[in-house]
């Protein structure tokens, strides 16, 4: 194995002091080359590793992971994803321990392998992507944390994004469609509590497209509650696509939000998903 860079938020709320860290890295039997915390510097303390092919060792959230992967993807650095966030759905589907202790046990001996990835416009994700409802919910969230905490901001959000209940005209490769959201996923994303098939590979070289086909608050909620009780595939406001290349999503609105890996963005219209097959190393 290359060089081991070990990438932490020292400003985390659960944060692991660094003394506690290097401990563990020591008991895993783990030599770290260096720890780097997350910081306004980290792109430029990350340039040389990435461009050495080093290991990347990153404790975090999926946002976390999600803005590594956006350095690293299509290059030779290898991640290493742990678990230290709110989410963990990425580090959950790779088949790596929740326990930090285990996880580092296993990197001594791990092997590389290559994961799918997609591209909406210029920025990678792993996990899933969204158009509508979401993303305005997060932006919401995003005013609100600070001042009320991370929980109530994200019910407002949710409860405004329902009352301010907006529909989109979007077209995707010639399909026009009127929804107020649409998801898409990297590989079979895990929504097998909804009814859906769950995520049990990373390199299955297809992205699932969700969206939603209902124009109202009711036909919105209808759709929860068959999520919740595991119909949704049923309802014919629904539609699921199976999309192994490139899709377009062009619409009137010159930017949209759109939500990646748990992250928010305002991205600038036509957006194009692109499936990168494999473009990624992971432990």
Known sequence: MKDIYFIYNPRSGSAIPLTEL??????AGLTIKKFIPIDDNLRRNLARPIAGGSTLVVLGGDGTINSIINMIAGT??????????????????AGIPQDLDEALKRLKNAKTRRIDAVM??????????????????LEVRGEL?????????????VTKSFVNFHTYHIDI?????????????????GLE????PGRTKLDGGVMCVYIAKTHTRLGVAQLFLRALTGKLRDSEEFEELKITGKFTVT????????SHDGELSRMKTPIIYILKPKSLRIL
């Open 22 to 27: 290097k401990t563990r890295c020591k008991h």
């Open 76 to 93: 030779q650095a290898v991640l290493a994803p742990l678990s230290g966030g709110t989410f963990n759905h990425f580090v959950g589907d």
């Open 251 to 258: 619409t009137k609105l010159r930017h949209l939000r759109v």
């Open 193 to 196: 509590r909804l009814g859906l």
């Open 120 to 137: 909406a416009n210029d920025t990678y994700f792993v996990n899933n992507s969204l158009l509508g409802l979401y993303p305005y919910s």
């Open 145 to 157: 944390e600070g001042k009320y905490g991370k929980w109530p901001a994200a019910i407002v959000g």
């Open 173 to 189: 490769d010639g399909t026009k469609y009127r929804t107020p959201f649409v998801f898409v996923g990297n590989n079979n994303f």
